[in-house]
């Protein structure tokens, strides 16, 4: 008679990976997107920039300013030495008051955002950011009264100055029609990158844009 019913390897799995963030334990969305199993495979790299298009960020967090992509070809010193038309874009650019002082307002939502997309990781310091090792540029698009007025021309900076990736945590319900979708295609079609847009938050079906655009990753909320 055959004693032997089966042999297989004796597998010793690994523990997955956990940041030394005290934060990194109450955000409960790394769990939901499976952030822990993803960094076991990959921690992003420092040459993967996003492009935080938002309501500005801080320059001075501890979690932040190590995560900022810098543009070390045109540091502040009031002239345009990269020739870009912007002069001292060293940290990004404020689209909505058209100045290099990419630090928000009075709302903290691109604080908010530039954290959760990309705080510095595993530093024992706050939160963890998604993107692990992946830097952010900051492109502030609202002006002083935090009306974001040139949120579709944050995008068009975002893809001309090497993002990878475009963060677009905003919209409506009300259309951009082709002058949005151009943007949308000129980013993904002529640099290769990855826009990503919140759907709301208003629990209803309706269509949101830029979410709702062709070749845009549309993200939903969760409870």
């Known amino acids: 008679s055959q004693l032997l019913e089966y042999a297989v390897p004796h597998v010793l799995p690994k523990t997955l990976y956990v940041p030394s963030d005290p934060g990194a334990t109450n955000q409960y969305h790394l769990n939901i997107i499976k952030a822990f199993d993803a960094w076991d495979i990959s921690k992003g790299d420092t040459s993967i920039v996003i492009g935080i298009i938002d309501t500005g960020t801080d320059w001075e967090h501890t979690d932040l300013t190590g995560n900022i992509y810098y543009n070390y070809n045109d540091p502040p010193n009031g002239t345009d030495d990269d020739n870009d038309g912007y002069i001292d874009n060293f940290r990004g650019w404020d689209m909505g008051d058209n100045d290099n002082n990419t630090m928000y307002d009075t709302d903290p939502h691109g604080v908010h955002v530039s954290g959760i997309a990309a705080a510095k990781t595993d530093n024992g310091i706050g939160v963890a950011g998604v993107g692990f090792k992946t830097r952010f540029l900051p492109v502030k698009i609202s002006d ?8 579709y021309e944050g995008i068009i900076y975002a893809a001309d100055h090497g993002c990878d990736v475009i963060s677009c945590s905003w919209g ?11 943007i949308i295609n000129y980013a993904v079609y002529n640099h ?16 949101f844009y830029p979410a709702s655009l062709n070749n845009v990753i549309s993200v939903a909320a969760t409870d």
Do not use: R
Request: hydrophobic share 30%.
């Open 144 to 151: 002083s009264d935090n009306n974001l007025i040139h949120s």
């Open 192 to 207: 290769d990158a990855v826009v990503v847009a919140a759907c709301g938050n208003d629990n209803n079906e309706l269509p």
């Open 172 to 182: 409506g319900t009300a259309s951009s029609g082709a002058y949005g979708q151009d």
